[in-house]
């Protein structure tokens, strides 16, 4: 077992609040920070709390078979395929999508054949993975997952009342179907900006109209205005009108696949994914938006994207997903209680304290984990056993989920 330090990325969007208070630092922070990162990828992996600081992914790199365990080596190819992160969002995240592995694959080696630096402003492929996803909220967490009904984005649409967006609705209502998502937001994404300066005004009108009336689509309509004030003439603020709006409660999570368009609106989570930072942009940002690239990932299939509360499993809540990479667990107690660790068939696990004190023991060995620690365990740590030591402990645990 071993305690982690982990690095604290200090995005714009980010919370002076919630990370810095997880981790007992002054609040307000100096400056934003939006995501707490723990594993080992290799932009900004944790560190060992030991002489030296050594970084986790130079540790797994000296010792894959031990630490990883030999098939879990064979399969992951000697790294840790996920990345645990604490997300904290006061500001809309820009909108954006991920691909498949064989998408990132293709798209990393093309890059790497075109000599584009890998810290390049204007690179897509930061990695050959693929980054698929889990949001599980700490507070409530509000963001727009996956393309809506077209049936029911013509009715919003309608709702708003744009006469210069009529002809954007008549191109939909004649296509409500996938491929007329795809013609609509290919559209939007691609007008010139002289077009986006008199569409996005015109949205605010129509958006402040119906968020006052208390009515269906009210909620939709002000977070249009939000986005429409925060980001003016920026393409996304039309393209966010076709996706689900979405709000978890804590302890809810959504699982987020290769090609599903979102944006993370507000609120603070833990987030689980496969070891990647490959994103594609669509707007809602001063970063580098590829449409092509972006249109060649997105998956234009509508439908509300389910929300899960998890499967009670020996006093742990566990979050299943259709990703062999990571699997998340959650555990709350009492002052007292104790609980045994979940024991995959081999593979590393790291175990994340967002509330209360817990002591893990295994065998002779004993560590403390106070709220915002961290514990790395190999796949030679067995037989762990967790003691809440103070009130409403809560505890999240990642792993693969082979």
Not at 260 to 283: F, I, K, P, T
């Amino acid at each position: 077992m071993e305690l982690l330090e982990n690095p604290v990325r200090p995005y714009a969007w980010g919370s002076r609040t919630v990370i810095a208070e997880l981790l007992g630092e002054p609040v307000p922070s100096p400056h934003p920070q939006a995501e707490m990162w723990l594993g080992a990828h290799p932009g900004d992996p944790s560190r060992l709390v030991r002489e030296g600081r050594p970084s986790l992914l130079a540790v797994l790199g000296d010792d894959p078979e031990r630490l990883l365990g030999p098939d879990r080596n064979a399969r992951w190819s000697g790294t840790l395929p996920f990345l645990l992160k604490v997300l904290a969002a006061d500001e809309p995240l820009s909108l954006q999508a991920h691909p498949s592995l064989e998408q990132a694959r293709e798209g990393f080696a093309r890059e790497n054949a075109m000599g584009i630096s890998l810290d390049a402003s204007h690179r897509n492929y930061k990695d050959a993975n693929h980054k698929p996803e889990l949001i599980c909220a700490l507070t409530e967490f509000h963001a727009l997952v996956g393309f809506r009904d077209p049936v029911e984005t013509l009715a919003l649409l309608r709702a708003l009342d744009v006469p210069e967006l009529s002809a954007h609705v008549d191109l939909l209502a004649a296509q409500p179907d996938p491929d007329g998502l795809r013609a609509l937001f290919t559209t939007w994404i691609t007008l010139p900006q002289s077009m986006l300066d008199e569409l996005v005004p015109a949205l605010q009108k129509g958006a402040v109209a119906l968020a006052g009336t208390g009515e269906d689509w009210a909620r939709e309509a002000r977070t249009a205005l939000e986005l429409s004030e925060r980001y003016p003439g920026d393409a996304g603020v039309l393209a966010a009108l076709l996706l689900n709006r979405v709000v978890l409660q804590p302890g809810e999570a959504a699982y987020l696949p290769a090609g599903n368009l979102h944006a993370y609106l507000q609120g603070a989570g833990v987030e689980l994914m496969a070891n990647s930072d490959n994103v594609l942009r669509g707007g809602l940002t001063s970063k580098h938006v590829d449409v092509p690239e972006l249109l060649r990932v997105l998956d234009f299939t509508a439908g509300p994207p389910p929300v899960h509360s998890g499967t009670p499993e020996n006093g742990w809540t566990r979050y299943d997903t259709p990703a062999e990479e990571f699997l998340l667990r959650s555990w709350r107690g009492p002052e007292g209680l104790t609980t045994h660790l979940p024991v995959p068939a081999g593979g590393a696990r790291v175990l994340l304290c967002t509330a209360g004190r817990a002591c893990v023991r295994a065998g002779d060995e004993i560590v403390e984990l106070g709220k915002g620690a961290a514990l790395f365990l190999g796949a030679d740590d067995l037989g762990a056993e967790i003691e809440s030591a103070r009130p409403g402990t809560h505890l999240h645990l990642a792993s693969d989920a082979l």
